[in-house]
């Protein structure tokens, strides 16, 4: 399958698949998990970030497990919407990932801003610690980014 555009990646998906949202960073990779059909997204968990391999493995099995039809992946833009070095940091990772999983769709989505909502969403309505925003802000970002795309589906 490899990496699709978002048009490709949509116009593959059924009503009643599911996905898994990421957020790739340089020390973890946040997912969340979501659903076509119902049109929302989770957080799951955050995968602290060791060596490619047990990575992908991990994701693997994520994939296995919520029967997932393909991965939307955040797509660090800069604010003007250029790409930027995040951009091929996360491109980079994503290719050794996919030669461990060759079968899975991957779609890279817009995800300015969504690390800021997350940290927004923790400190102003639920009044987070530093401490506990740290513990679960990237899984609440690959939300966001899965949250997006669902909601322009």
Same mark, same amino acid.
């Given at each position: 399958?490899?990496?699709? =555009? ?8 059924? =009503? ?8 790739? !960073? ?7 998990? !979501? ?6 997204? =989770? +957080?799951?968990? &955050? ?11 991990? $994701?693997?099995? $994520?994939?296995?497990?919520? /029967?997932?039809?393909?991965? @939307? &992946?955040?797509?660090?833009? /800069?604010?003007?919407?250029? @790409?930027?070095?995040?951009?091929? !940091? &996360?491109?980079? &990772?994503? $290719? ?5 999983? +060759?079968?899975?769709? @991957? @779609? ?15 400190? %102003?309505?639920? %009044?987070? =610690? ?24």
């Amino acid at each position: 399958m490899g990496i699709l =555009s978002e048009e490709e990646f949509r116009k593959g998906l059924k =009503s009643d698949d599911r996905l898994l949202g990421l957020d790739v !960073g340089t020390k973890t990779i946040g997912i969340a998990f !979501g659903s076509v059909m119902a049109g929302f997204a =989770s +957080p799951l968990q &955050v995968i602290q970030r060791t060596k490619i391999a047990k990575d992908a493995e991990i $994701l693997k099995k $994520l994939i296995a497990e919520y /029967n997932a039809a393909g991965l @939307v &992946v955040g797509w660090p833009l /800069n604010i003007d919407g250029t @790409v930027g070095a995040r951009c091929q !940091g &996360v491109r980079d &990772v994503m $290719l050794e990932i996919m030669k461990y999983i +060759p079968d899975i769709a @991957v @779609v890279f989505y817009d995800e300015r801003f969504s690390t800021k909502k997350a940290e927004h969403f923790m400190i %102003d309505e639920v %009044d987070l =610690s530093r401490k506990k925003r740290g513990q679960i802000v990237d899984k609440m970002a690959a939300q966001i980014i899965l949250q997006d795309f669902l909601d322009g589906y």
